[in-house]
């Protein structure tokens, strides 16, 4: 089983539509929690941190549920610019390696 | 700071070769990661240093890979031989506390 279990989708939505993305993770020992983006050709980059009480930013909501271990990521009033892969990531504790999933590819279609 | 240089963007070597990929971590970084992505694998983890000590290296696929950071600035990831499933893009990154940075990435073509 990997550590990291996304639906690789992909997700194809309207322009506006609202698009919900899951993921499970192993290992219980994890204690930071994150989304990143990743355009074509591109490296990842942070989207942005997951916490317990849960975390917004703009358009993106992202939740957390240690007890299922499981993490979620909210997009409202998708933009043709959000299309790209979403992963899901993981890890123990500060300077550890980040553990990822193998992503969610969104496309919004206009 | 110009983030995480990695060298070269893109390499295409034959089969049997020596390729050797670079990486310059931010500076005052004290983690450095890499990283190979495939379609079927996603981004596994090969090795990681820290404060240019490797700490664990269980990610790299076999004695072929090798890795060594003789200085906080620097670190080389080399295949020898080379093979045609080592085909991938290659990221390095690095950290400090909770910020990781990736660097764009070296894309290698093994024919």
């Known amino acids: 089983r990997k550590e990291v279990e996304q639906d690789p989708g992909p997700f194809n939505v309207p322009e506006g539509a609202t698009v919900a993305f899951n993921c499970t993770y192993s290992?219980?020992?994890?204690?930071?929690f994150f989304w990143y983006r990743q355009d074509c050709r591109k490296e990842p980059k942070l989207l942005m941190s997951?916490?317990?009480s849960g975390n917004e930013d703009g358009r993106f909501t992202a939740q957390l549920n240690r007890a299922s271990q499981y993490i979620s990521l909210l997009i409202r009033d998708s933009k043709l610019s959000d299309s790209a892969t979403y992963l899901c990531?993981?890890?123990?504790?500060?300077?550890?390696?980040?553990?990822f999933g193998k992503g969610t590819r969104l496309s919004v279609i206009a | 700071d110009a983030g995480v240089i990695q060298s070269p963007r893109h390499e295409v070597t034959e089969m049997g070769q020596e390729v050797t990929l670079r990486c310059k971590p931010i500076?005052?970084?004290?983690?450095l990661f890499w990283y190979r992505q495939t379609m079927m694998r996603g981004l596994e983890l090969l090795i990681y240093?820290?404060?240019?000590?490797?700490?664990?290296d269980s990610g790299m696929p076999e004695d072929r890979f090798s890795a060594k950071m003789p200085n906080a600035s620097f670190s080389t990831l080399k295949i020898q031989p080379s093979e045609p499933r080592d085909s991938a893009v290659y990221f390095c990154?690095?950290?400090?506390?909770?910020?990781?940075?990736f660097g764009s990435g070296t894309r290698l073509t093994v024919v």
């Open positions: 990531v993981v890890a123990t504790f500060e300077n550890t390696p980040l553990v």
């Open positions: 997951v916490y317990s």
């Open positions: 240093f820290n404060n240019n000590v490797p700490i664990d």
């Open positions: 500076s005052g970084h004290n983690s």
């Open positions: 990154a690095s950290s400090l506390s909770r910020g990781y940075t």
């Open positions: 290992n219980s020992a994890s204690q930071s």
